[in-house]
C-alpha cells in the first residue's frame, strides 16, 4: 500500500497531523483472469518437464530430450510469457486473438508431445497428426504476434 499526503508537507516528515490527512491508495496489481490462467498452466508444464527430466535421468535414457525441451520451452516458457504478457497488457488478453492463441496452442501442444514421444519410439505413422498439431501452434504463435501488433500500445 501506498499513503498519498493531501498537503504541502515533505513525504519524509510525516506528523500525526499529515497522517490524519492522508489518502491510503490500494496499489495491488490488477492481473487479468486470462494472465492467470495462462500462469497456471505454464505451471504444470513447467512440472511435467521436470518429471520427464528426472525419468530421463534416472533411467539414463535420454530418447525423450526434445519431448523435454518442447515442454520446457513451449509448455513452461512460451505459456508463462504470455501469462505475464497478458497480465500486464489487459485489452490484448481480453481480444479475439488472445482467445484463439489460448485454444490454439493448449489443443495443439499436447498433441504434439505424445506424437513426438510416438514418433522417437518409431511409430512413424504420427506425423501427419503431428504436423497438423505443429500447424495449430504456428497458427497460436502468429496470433499472439499479430495480436501484440494490434493490441499493445504505450501509455
Same mark, same amino acid.
Request: hydrophobic share 55%.
Given at each position: 500500500?501506498?499513503?498519498?499526503?493531501? #498537503?504541502?508537507?515533505?513525504? #519524509?516528515?510525516?506528523?500525526?497531523?499529515?497522517?490524519?490527512?492522508?489518502?491510503?491508495? #490500494?496499489?495491488?496489481?490488477?492481473?487479468?483472469?486470462?494472465?492467470?490462467?495462462?500462469?497456471?498452466?505454464?505451471?504444470?508444464?513447467?512440472? @511435467?518437464?521436470?518429471?520427464?527430466?528426472?525419468?530421463?535421468?534416472?533411467?539414463? #535414457?535420454?530418447?525423450?530430450?526434445?519431448?523435454?525441451?518442447?515442454?520446457?520451452? /513451449?509448455?513452461?516458457?512460451?505459456?508463462?510469457?504470455?501469462?505475464?504478457?497478458?497480465? @500486464?497488457?489487459?485489452?490484448?488478453?481480453?481480444?479475439? /486473438?488472445?482467445?484463439?492463441?489460448?485454444?490454439?496452442?493448449?489443443?495443439?501442444?499436447?498433441?504434439?508431445?505424445?506424437? @513426438?514421444?510416438?514418433?522417437?519410439?518409431?511409430?512413424?505413422?504420427?506425423?501427419?497428426?503431428?504436423?497438423?498439431?505443429?500447424?495449430?501452434?504456428?497458427?497460436?504463435?502468429?496470433?499472439?504476434?499479430?495480436?501484440?501488433?494490434?493490441?499493445?500500445?504505450?501509455?
Amino acid at each position: 500500500m501506498r499513503v498519498r499526503v493531501t #498537503n504541502n508537507e515533505k513525504e #519524509n516528515t510525516m506528523s500525526n497531523e499529515t497522517l490524519a490527512h492522508a489518502t491510503v491508495v #490500494n496499489t495491488k496489481p490488477a492481473f487479468s483472469s486470462a494472465g492467470i490462467i495462462w500462469l497456471k498452466l505454464a505451471s504444470l508444464y513447467l512440472v @511435467l518437464g521436470i518429471v520427464i527430466g528426472i525419468a530421463m535421468g534416472a533411467s539414463e #535414457n535420454f530418447t525423450l530430450r526434445p519431448v523435454h525441451a518442447h515442454v520446457n520451452l /513451449l509448455g513452461w516458457t512460451t505459456l508463462a510469457l504470455s501469462g505475464l504478457i497478458y497480465s @500486464l497488457f489487459p485489452l490484448a488478453a481480453q481480444s479475439r /486473438l488472445a482467445k484463439l492463441h489460448f485454444w490454439l496452442l493448449n489443443l495443439a501442444l499436447p498433441v504434439m508431445m505424445v506424437t @513426438l514421444t510416438l514418433l522417437l519410439f518409431g511409430h512413424k505413422e504420427v506425423i501427419p497428426v503431428m504436423a497438423l498439431a505443429e500447424i495449430a501452434a504456428a497458427l497460436a504463435v502468429l496470433a499472439f504476434v499479430i495480436n501484440m501488433f494490434k493490441n499493445l500500445k504505450a501509455g
